[in-house]
């Protein structure tokens, strides 16, 4: 039986990294938002996430053009502005100020495990007020590692690109011979963005074993990274078919931190070290192989290089995955339903649910924030192989339809041509 | 009058960085020459360009699946294996011995200007020994540095990439406060490809003021750059917009090394460094706008990111110039046109005709190896802006065309919303 909603006017934030489809969940509520106009009379943007609140800077969404959604929803990056700032303790009295000073009922939190606590603790503290207010979050993360969600909206784009970037970095390290390429990914605890890039394996139109295609080897921060293993791994696939391309996530530099190397940059207000727009840890690897990879001769120099790739695996427009913008729209139309049957203090979940053509098929749910906050969602021991570098089956039907689309990409048979002269010992 | 070919085999090498459309060039060939198996009987790839050539290692061509081209053609990276590797007059024996054992008559040399110079050398040979052969060089390469045509294959879908990424980069940069982003993109010598991150100006949907689009500011290798006008620049973009996202090639690493920074890697056989796989420029930039830069205190914190985007700008599945494709194609196929009407020691160029409605319109040509071989078309002063940091009207009237799409994007309008509460001052 549904409780009755408050009513007044809602606020959305949007906070942590933006991703390809953050824009789709704003959309999403202004969507539904129109519906309960009686109900929910303004929606509010704070500019800047928990920054806005505390500043009292907001936009009027309800003001914003209704044909400009569909585009909005369709640009990456955070439309609103996001933050990493922490409410603090001595914050909460200005919170309670704002809310109250433009009859703030209804909040929507959009973010990831940091929001969540965000969230939690604005919960908390309108209790102790006894200020009646519903909040719901909304989940948005490409790391995939928020918990009770089958997945994060942010993560099935991102897994397009990267396994779209790995396919192609593959094709152009071929292009040469004797080539290592080490590509740094985001994922800083969890393991998924790098998992997905084997997504890359399953587009190859013209190959018969997979295990030949790239990516030859992925790292993620579940498994403890150790250099002389790597080492091992990177020989062995070189051995076997004269080159690699290697996927890392930027967290594993943090196992080589602990053993005394240093790669992170500045510190969040959450404590969350920058890992992204630095290189150490690729140029890191990079040296380690230059220094230890037993060449053949006769194949020339070997030809070492790092990607970090950066900001552009969350932000690239135009290579959304359409499975994750109608996800990421749907939970956020949902929240605004859910907030009108009474709901709070949870978060908008997707449940995969067996399709009876055995298809791919979700619902929403709803969690309660404790069990989201401040908790992180690794990748299962089941979707890891036995060698702690690649993925598993179980990984492949998971990501599939969350990515929407495989890179697909064919090279040539190459039918053998007879030599007809000796070999040719080039002078130096 | 068209003059007579030969008749024997073709040989095709791929030189050089490859490009998302390169094999395209490969499908054109194939495809015209398949008009013509009275003349040319089968066509040879040599797989790694001349280290093919030289160790007698050939595919052949003619004996790949019919079907299988389109999806080659639409595949990154070079298929038959690309080589940065130059001719050496001890060499040059043996690559007759090879031409004459394989009945090579015809040479379809696809690459840069480092390979229009080794075709050259090969002619010139051919002419001292008298061997009867045909060669032609096919334009390839992102770097859009090629003299005598309007542009190169390759250039559109790179063209296409980096405005995206900036694009979406911006969108990024602009969900924080405080930020300065730097992108190092490719471009050794010639900034082409820096320039066309500038088409992310005009695809913003809900912009009145291209002057506050992304990118903000653009260093080319053409312009001597000084840091401490660079540091002027961003200055002057922060106060102005409260961000700055900011391209610069390369090249720029070497006006800096100049002056006794360290940035590059090791060098290829024609004497250039690596700069790609590295991303000791990104570093530098940014540490220096780090010590530099005057924030106003009520922003917080300083946010200064570099990314160097490394291989994948050339290499990206998925998001290919249309245009671009469909040139590379042509070239190909046309430089069989050009070979059967008996012509050689030239390259297909492409130019740019004034079309009846006024639209962008090519048409083919030739233009003498030595015309190529060596020389690099740096962008005119009319395409580079008056400061020296951006780019001008006639290079839109250029680039646009050659990428086919713009990313399009919009973000909120922002209508604000009356403050009701007294300035905040967060507590420490």
Redesign the interface.
């Known amino acids: 039986m549904p409780k009755t909603p408050l009513r007044g006017n809602a606020l959305i934030l ?1 906070s942590g ?2 991703t ?1 489809v953050i824009n789709q969940s704003l959309a999403g509520v202004m969507s539904a938002a129109g519906d309960y106009t009686d109900v929910i009379s303004t929606v ?2 704070a ?2 996430g928990l ?1 806005g609140l ?3 800077n ?4 309800s ?3 209704p044909l ?1 959604w569909q ?2 929803a ?11 700032l922490k409410p ?1 303790r ?2 909460l009295d ?1 919170v309670f ?2 809310f109250f ?2 009859n703030i009922k209804f909040v929507f939190y959009n973010g990831g495990n940091d929001s969540a606590e965000a969230a939690q603790l604005i919960r908390e503290e309108a209790n102790a007020r006894s200020y009646e207010i519903q909040i719901l979050h909304i989940p948005k993360t490409i790391d995939n590692d928020l918990m009770e969600t089958d997945h994060c909206p942010g993560y099935g784009s991102v897994a397009r690109v990267v396994s ?2 790995i ?11 004797n080539g290592v ?1 080490i590509n740094v990914c985001m994922g800083r605890h969890a393991g998924w963005i790098a998992a997905a890039t084997a997504l890359a394996k399953r587009g190859v ?2 190959c018969n074993d997979p295990s030949i295609c790239a990516p030859h080897l992925v790292y993620l921060p579940e498994v403890p990274f150790q250099e002389t293993k790597f080492l091992d791994d990177v020989q062995r696939c070189y051995d076997k078919i004269g080159r690699a391309t290697i996927v890392v996530a930027e967290g594993i530099a943090d196992h080589l931190s602990a053993k005394g190397a240093s790669f992170t940059g500045e510190k969040d207000e959450f404590g969350n070290a ?1 890992l ?4 150490g840890l ?2 890191h690897l ?1 040296s380690l192989v230059k220094k230890n990879l037993k060449v053949k001769a006769e194949l ?1 120099k070997l030809r ?9 695996q ?6 959304p995955s359409p499975t994750d913008q109608a996800e990421a729209f749907w939970v956020g139309a949902m929240a605004v339903r859910y907030m009108m049957q009474g709901e709070s203090d949870k978060m908008v979940t997707l449940l995969r649910v067996k399709a009876p053509g055995g298809g791919y098929r979700c619902e929403t749910g709803l969690c309660d924030l404790a069990l989201v906050a401040q908790k992180t969602k690794l990748m299962p021991p089941a979707m890891v192989n036995a060698q702690g570098n690649g993925v598993t089956e179980d990984f492949f039907e998971y990501v599939m339809p969350l990515a929407s ?1 495989l ?11 007879s ?3 000796p ?2 010992h ?2 130096e």
Chains 1, 2 share one sequence.
């Open positions: 949007q990294g933006p390809a509010f943007g500019v800047h920054h505390l500043y009292e907001f936009i009027d969404l003001a914003e053009s400009a585009d909005i369709n640009t990456p990056g955070a439309a609103l502005g996001s933050a990493r603090k001595s914050d200005r100020e704002v000073a433009h779209h970037i396919a192609g970095d593959d094709l152009d390290n071929r292009s040469f011979y390429k139109l013209d920058q992204s727009g630095t290189s690729g140029d990079s020339g070492v290089r790092a990607d970090t790739w950066g900001y552009l969350r932000s690239l427009p135009g290579m689309f890179p697909t990409v064919r090279t040539l048979r190459g039918h053998g041509v030599r007809k002269l070999e040719y080039r002078p």
